[in-house]
């Protein structure tokens, strides 16, 4: 029997009813929104406002179908719509770079708060889609904005990011434990949203996550956690300018490891801060003068 979407409303009671085996009430009714939103071109307010009306253009439902087809899967929102919204920058993502989360979003808008005005270099390390340094771009203008990543695939999505976004950055392919320092820029911000949740740690991850995103993007051996985090530190002792700082997103149980490895390389002011969910996400810190 051939499903009839005639109205928003429609919609969103199969959506609901399609995705409920997957998702909560409450994550299928946010995907339905997301969803709406994108097909039919109107915020949440806009459409529940014409939730009864008869969608005219036939093609809208058929989209939709598709795209919860493929949502049935276990393929994250994200990917299926190929974007996400990353603090105010539309962002392309696709399965060879990982979604950027809301913690992440945290770590951006720390940084921005901390340097209102800044008119000196940042590097992101293991910019992926781009989005921190997009998002840093576009918020501290007068910054001078890098990106690398070992991921050619990855840096192309970030420079149609950057143009799409508006967002002056300069983005290189590089490999963190082999690139010579001499061929990055100095810099006077150092931000890093590195892999860090252990391999011992996968079966605590949704299956969605560990079905489609870019397994290097997310895992680190668990004999060597902290493998991105001294090999940023080792550049930083070549690549950033006394007084410098580095802003790195953390795994809640490394916080003290992390620590002592900033002292080893004379940071000092260094600080582990809580995310929204009360879990150690973020470290600061300054390069001793």
Do not use: W
């Not at 919860?68 to 962002?91: A, M, R």
């Not at 708060?113 to 989005?131: L, M, P, Q, R, V």
């Not at 949740?197 to 489609?212: I, P």
């Amino acid at each position: 029997m051939a499903v009839k979407l005639q109205t928003i409303k429609d919609i969103r009671n199969y959506l609901s009813g399609e995705l409920s085996e997957i998702y909560t009430g409450q994550e299928s009714a946010a995907i339905a929104d997301a969803l709406i939103s994108k097909v039919f071109g109107m915020n949440r307010l806009s459409y529940l406002l014409k939730e009864n009306d008869i969608i005219e253009d036939r093609k809208k439902p058929e989209i939709i179908m598709r795209y919860c087809s493929e949502l049935k899967t276990g393929k994250p929102l994200q990917y299926v719509t190929g974007e996400t919204l990353f603090y105010d920058c539309k962002i392309k993502v696709n399965r060879r770079v990982l979604i950027p989360r809301p913690e992440t979003e945290e770590l951006v808008d720390l940084i921005v708060k901390e340097n209102k005005g800044f008119a000196g270099s940042i590097i992101d390390i293991g910019t992926g889609s781009g989005s921190i340094a997009i998002a840093l771009a576009v918020s501290i203008p007068l910054a001078r904005v890098f990106g690398f990543d070992i991921s050619t695939a990855a840096i192309r999505t970030a420079n149609k990011n950057a143009v799409n976004n508006n967002a002056e950055v300069t983005f290189l392919i590089a490999d963190l434990f082999r690139v010579d320092p001499s061929v990055l820029p100095k810099a006077d911000v150092i931000v890093s949203n590195p892999p860090y949740v252990t391999d011992s740690e996968k079966k605590y991850m949704k299956k969605n996550v560990l079905d489609f995103e870019p397994h290097k993007a997310l895992f680190v051996p668990d004999r060597d956690p902290l493998k991105y985090y001294r090999g940023i530190l080792n550049l930083a002792d070549h690549n950033l300018s006394p007084g410098g700082s580095v802003y790195f997103e953390i795994n809640e149980v490394m916080g003290r490891q992390i620590s002592d490895m900033l002292r080893l390389h004379k940071f000092v002011e260094i600080k582990i801060l809580k995310d929204i969910n009360g879990k150690d996400r973020i470290a600061k810190a300054k390069k001793d003068d």
